[in-house]
């Protein structure tokens, strides 16, 4: 996966929620530390922060894009008392977010990029692959991803140092490297626990379909982008609806449709019920229960994100689909929308 990406370190996770938290330690998020990142994602993005100690404030996305707005993160910056530990922008629906933009925010402060790239594996950016750009480049390998593990995750990283980090924290903390022990070894049997770590290692088996998947990836990466053009051709006409933004470099983990908000869960509910796997991506993440109270969030905080929510339906959407499967949900979704004219 390290070679794909263009970077010398890879380092699996058990998956993807496992792999946000090893990249917040990582990164040093502990009490008192915070990161910066989009209410539009699942919750596992800002959860990875909680989990070591941190806190997580949000930035509202930008309508071109879905994604963490950079004039967001570059009005919050100015204004912090203290920096975060990261700014961490998700690439959602496999919309490659626009690193460079948050560069240019972040400046020369000491603040670490991270991605979550969990929708956008095999996606690049001016010909790039996603994981090269950012300080460390989180994937999930989830069976809905766009390949699998069975269930899995991944930092991709450039930095020796976080990659050692990042491998303590998926192995209890335990290294067998003679060449990092703190005390002389006893023997060849002699191991050190280093650091708090967890058990979030990837299986062999596992490993060995996802080296498998991997032979496969850009063949579906091609089909996915032909599957999204093929809807935004189809939905061009209908005034109804608003397809999602486009990228060159997107990878189409998701086909994240907007209709009138009166008509989503009408259309969501005809759907399913002609058995077709739509699905809502996603509840914004300042409106969970938790995090109302943790925060004293509530609507109306990130506008943009909660008013794509209000209308967002996912269409189907994988390799193995059609142009017939294609037209037959476009046609759906016109009959579902006259149905509840």
């Not at 109270?293 to 269409?315: M, W």
Request: aromatic share 10%.
């Amino acid at each position: 996966m390290a070679e794909y990406a263009g970077v010398p370190y890879g380092v699996s996770f058990c998956n993807g929620t496992a792999a946000l938290h090893g990249a917040m330690h990582a990164a040093g998020v502990g009490p008192g530390e915070w990161v910066l990142t989009s209410p539009l994602t699942f919750a596992s993005t800002a959860n990875g922060a909680l989990f070591t100690g941190g806190d997580v404030v949000f930035g509202d996305v930008h309508p071109e894009t879905l994604c963490l707005d950079p004039g967001e993160v570059r009005k919050i910056l100015d204004k912090a008392e203290k920096l975060p530990r990261a700014v961490v922008p998700v690439s959602y629906a496999g919309h490659p977010a626009p690193l460079e933009e948050y560069r240019k925010a972040i400046g020369s402060r000491d603040v670490l990029l991270i991605e979550d790239a969990c929708h956008a594996l095999g996606g690049d950016r001016e010909g790039q692959k996603v994981g090269f750009h950012a300080d460390m480049t989180v994937l999930s390998f989830h069976p809905v991803k766009h390949i699998t593990t069975g269930e899995g995750g991944m930092v991709l990283t450039r930095s020796e140092e976080l990659a050692k980090s990042l491998r303590l924290f998926r192995t209890h903390g335990i290294t067998k490297e003679e060449g990092d022990f703190e005390y002389p070894s006893h023997g060849p049997w002699y191991y050190e626990m280093q650091d708090l770590g967890w058990n979030y290692r990837l299986t062999d088996m596992q490993c060995a379909l996802g080296i498998s998947q991997m032979k496969r990836l850009d063949s579906f990466i091609v089909r996915r982008r032909e599957i999204a053009g093929l809807y935004a051709k189809l939905f061009a006409e209908m005034e109804e609806v608003r397809t999602p933004p486009r990228h060159e470099g997107h990878a189409w983990h998701l086909y994240p449709l907007w209709v009138v908000p009166e008509k989503r869960r009408g259309l969501f509910e005809y759907l399913r019920s002609r058995e077709m796997g739509v699905q809502v991506h996603y509840l914004p993440v300042h409106l969970h229960p938790y995090y109302r109270k943790r925060y004293g969030h509530g609507e109306g905080d990130f506008p943009e994100a909660e008013g794509f929510y209000e209308g967002e339906i996912s269409l189907p959407m994988f390799p193995r689909m059609t142009d017939e499967d294609v037209h037959r949900v476009v046609t759906e979704v016109r009959k579902g929308l006259r149905k509840l004219d």
